[in-house]
């Protein structure tokens, strides 16, 4: 059911984008690709010299963390989950 929304979804979007911008749209399609990285490694589009930087931000670091952290403190809950349960 998700991949046949997301195909869906792609083309109402496509569909949608066609009828108020016309040619600009389709300029843009040509140029884009539904498949991840698709366009990148085609050569359709390029990644800018700083792409990187999209990644480190604040937010994205305490996630990468928080993560991690769930991850190896995951015994240590599942633990206490059992406890509570006398």
């Known amino acids: 059911m998700y991949i046949a929304h997301h195909l869906f979804s792609v083309w109402n979007g496509d569909r949608r984008l066609q009828d108020k911008y016309g040619d600009k749209a389709a300029k843009i399609r040509d140029m884009t690709s539904v498949v991840p990285f698709a366009a990148i490694i085609s050569g359709k589009q390029k990644l800018p010299a700083n792409f990187l930087s999209e990644f480190l931000r604040p937010s994205y670091i305490a996630i990468l963390v928080g993560s991690i952290a769930a991850y190896y403190l995951h015994p240590f809950m599942q633990a206490g ?6």
């Open 81 to 86: 989950a059992a406890l509570t349960h006398w």
